[in-house]
């Protein structure tokens, strides 16, 4: 299984997905920095989380424009898997590639903490590992981890089962509409999340739940 982590001037968790990659394929992802044009073939490409550019602008919103985002797109119809981690999830929502928008959070700070995530469908390759309703700790780790999008847009997530995990709903570290903590796209093979499951693979960093994530995504790009 061929994965690849795309790499942007203030990633700060590329090597955490490239660990937990290596681990659940049995091989180290390319990494890929955002200079680049095109896309070797893979069967997974995963934008990690950090503080591209800085987070200057909006979150993510100047590496939605980097050069690596239009082969990005071109994967992304042809079916290829992409997960889009935290800042991830920002580049994806700012490409357009995911709908709605990363806010500040709502008590206006940065949380560093584990949240209890809710699975909402294992009908997704991402999600394949887990039961639907199942109950995770998983650690986040962000200052604009806010999901809004608006009700029109919302009522169609939830009715085509796209909305992938929500917070607990007594543990909502940002004030996310409907306690949205990740999406897919309409065609199931695009994952957007603010919670961090590379950081959640290894005993020694206090919990393994993301491990099913990665070990799902190795049967579903196996079958």
């Given at each position: 299984m061929?994965?690849?982590v795309i790499v942007f001037p203030g990633s700060n968790c590329d090597r955490d997905?490239?660990?937990?990659?290596?681990?659940?394929?049995?091989?180290?992802?390319?990494?890929?920095w955002h200079g680049e044009a095109t896309l070797p073939p893979h069967d997974l490409i995963v934008l990690p989380g950090g503080f591209s550019y800085g987070d200057y602008l909006r979150s993510g919103a100047m590496a939605a424009q980097?050069?690596?985002?239009r082969a990005l797109r071109d994967e992304?119809?042809?079916g290829v898997l992409v997960l889009g981690i935290c800042n991830g999830f920002q580049v994806l929502t700012e490409a357009g590639i995911l709908p709605g928008?990363?806010?500040r959070n709502a008590a206006l700070k940065f949380v560093c903490r584990d949240v209890e995530l809710i699975v909402e469908t294992s009908a997704?390759?991402?999600?394949?590992?887990y039961e639907a309703g199942q109950v995770l700790t998983i650690p986040v780790a962000h200052h604009d981890g806010n999901y809004f999008a608006d009700a029109a847009t919302l009522d169609r997530l939830e009715g085509e089962g796209r909305i992938a995990f929500r917070y607990a709903s007594d543990d909502n570290p940002n004030g996310s509409a409907r306690n949205i903590a990740g999406i897919l796209n309409d065609r199931g093979n695009v994952l957007g999340m603010m919670p961090h499951p590379e950081r959640?693979?290894?005993?020694?960093h206090c919990g393994t739940d993301g491990r099913a994530m990665f070990a799902g995504l190795m049967e579903a790009l196996a079958a």
């Open positions: 061929r994965s690849a997905a490239q660990v937990a990659l290596n681990a659940a394929f049995g091989r180290p992802p390319t990494m890929i980097s050069p690596v985002l992304v119809e042809r928008v990363l806010m997704s390759p991402f999600t394949r590992g959640a693979v290894d005993p020694l």
